[in-house]
């Protein structure tokens, strides 16, 4: 049963007492920094009276089904200070002032780990060997609905902001640019947001005049204007300034043009994030995917292919439901269910 409102990925923690404890003994990689990570909110959460478990949402939801709620994934885990490279909680947790007799078993993301109730199949007309397996983040769930599966694939999310996600072989951390790694099997998934993308370009057009003005642009050719297309100043990603100025001038007569450089800026965020992710040991980009609005858009599509140099493939799905389906396949197969 619930004891408290549940707090969300993205709402913050206030007490500065919890926040020096995690800044002072978590190690400056850690994702668990930051007023909205996991840790501040089971730190927060611990003291509540007759508390048996601090969960994350998915955890919660997994244990409607199954009845257990002593169990969680790798990477819903992260930001609450697991260590997925020890595959461990690890001992600074403790230092910080966590219980960490209320802290979940740690799990591979589909893995099974439990069957259905008796309530669960009643209620939702489900047969009785039904697995529950462990989950993921939205995020992770997104980059496995592309297909993307081979070291080196990157998947690039078009919406109102810029996000890059790649499989490495190894883990990268670089919390200046809030770059972290989440496991997936042997594997690393690894990433980054900019503060550009579609929310610029909606500034200054429709989406309808978007559609009317790109299909005027000739994408084989470049304007040789070097945008940066921000909102505001303020950037994190790939370049972390957060007094960094946007750069939408000199502006051509032609409103085509103008989309066209300032598809040419995104393009070109897009690419230094990937080879930012290189610098810090990522392996080099051999494919992208691209999911989101911007996805469908041809000449965008054909600047950033340029501007890449990669081979494009198509995406399997952009829904991130088809992720987790694919993630519970591989658990399945991995617990011989299949």
Known sequence: RPLAQPLMYNDKVADGDILAAIAREAPAASAAHGATSGLAKALRFQHLPGIAAV????????????????????????????????????????????????????????????????????????????????????????????????IGDGVTALGSSLTIKMLSDRPISAPRFGIYSHRLGNAWLAGGASNSGGKVLAQHFSLARIIELS??????????????????????????????????????????????????????????????????????????????????????????????????LPALSDEAAAGTARLALMGASRAGLL
């Not at 990603?237 to 032609?254: Q, V």
């Open 215 to 312: 299909a005027a642009i000739d994408a084989t050719t470049a304007t040789g204007l070097d945008y940066y297309p921000l909102s505001t100043s303020g950037e994190r990603f790939p370049i972390a300034d957060p007094a960094l100025p946007p750069r939408l001038t000199p502006r051509p007569a032609d409103d085509a043009n103008y989309l066209k450089a300032m598809f040419e800026g995104i393009a070109a965020i897009e690419a230094l994030g990937y080879d930012r992710l290189a610098e810090l040991g990522a392996p080099a980009l051999t494919s992208v995917r691209s999911v989101g609005g911007g996805a469908t858009n041809p000449a965008w599509t054909a600047i950033r292919r340029r501007k890449l140099g990669v081979d494009f």
């Open 55 to 150: 969960l994350h949402q998915a955890d919660w939801i997994a244990g409607n089904f199954s009845g257990r709620f002593d169990v969680s994934d790798e990477n819903n885990a992260l930001k609450t200070g697991y260590d997925v490279e020890a595959r461990r909680w690890p001992a600074w947790i403790e230092a910080v002032g966590m219980r960490m007799e209320l802290l979940p078993r740690i799990v591979e993301p589909g893995d099974v780990t439990g069957a259905l109730t008796a309530a669960a199949v009643e209620l939702f007309g489900l047969p009785r060997d039904v697995a529950v397996v462990a989950g993921t983040t939205d995020g992770c769930a997104s980059f496995l609905a592309t297909g993307a599966a081979t």
